[in-house]
């Protein structure tokens, strides 16, 4: 009976006016979430849109940003060099670093960053290194044997040292076999002025006798100038003392060739002149990047905003497509 009840309550139809409220209820839950929550997603997926367009642009207008204050940068490069106002132009000057240690210059050693050249060619030249601790003891060797300057190492209380700077030094013949030793300088500036500086002195070789005289002739081979220091009497087995010698001039060319050349009389007698410590001051311009590195940055740039560029048009355009 229940049963039935039950079953002809169920199969009755609903009064007329009537409706179903848990299933309008759901219906109108389901109409509000299609309103309102259609409505959110697509004003979230319009404001990704906008924030992936906005991102694109200004990765974009900052790559281009990039590139313009690079042209600018190239095109100012000049301006971005420096001034040293005492820049040092010269290798190597106090003759520490050689290919093979003290010796004979063009035969067994050479000294790093300086050429020597035979005046009259064929023969090395009559050129030494020297170390300031052995020159009068144990000399240097060369290709006519070994050469000792007179002094204390050889039994002679001359007064001989080493030169102010200490270690090696050159000891060049003035009389025979005279070599020329140079160095190329380049970055000199035309019309600033140029201070060169050294130490030399004057000695006589070992085993020979008779008063001498030394000087050194030096200049610039390009510029066309040419000095001489003074010249030093020096006794029979006798040494001079170490001298400083400066010398200025302003440049007329950027690169020059600086020349030392050995003077001395009388032939036979080997006048030695000294040198050490050789110096060469003034102003120098820094190097500024290259043109081709200021175009390979620009080069970059300008294919990073062009690849930003079509990321960004291939974006838009799936998006419009969804």
Known sequence: MLYGCFASRKSRPL???RTDKPIARRNRFGYAWHIFGGQRMTSILSGMHDVKARRASGTLKAALLGIATLIGLAATAPALATIDPAHQFITNGDFELTTNGIGQLNYNTNAVGWTNANEAGGAPGYNFIFSGATATSTGANGDSGNVTLWGPGS?????FVASPTGGNFIGADGAYQVARISQQISGLIVG?????????????????????????KFGLTDEGLSSQTAILNDASHGFTGWQTQTYNFVASK??????????????????????DSVSLTGAFVSAAPEASTWEMLILGFGIVGFSLRKRRRSAVAALQIA
């Not at 039994?155 to 007064?159: A, D, F, P, S, Y």
């Not at 950027?254 to 040198?275: E, I, V």
């Open 15 to 17: 009064p007329v006016g």
């Open 155 to 159: 039994g002679v209380n001359n007064g």
């Open 254 to 275: 950027a690169s020059d060739t600086l020349y030392f050349l050995a003077a001395g009389t009388p032939s036979g007698q080997p006048p030695f002149s000294l040198l």
């Open 192 to 216: 600033q002025s140029y201070s060169l500086t050294f130490n030399w002195a004057g000695a006589q070789q070992k085993n020979f006798d008779g008063a001498t005289t030394e000087s050194w």
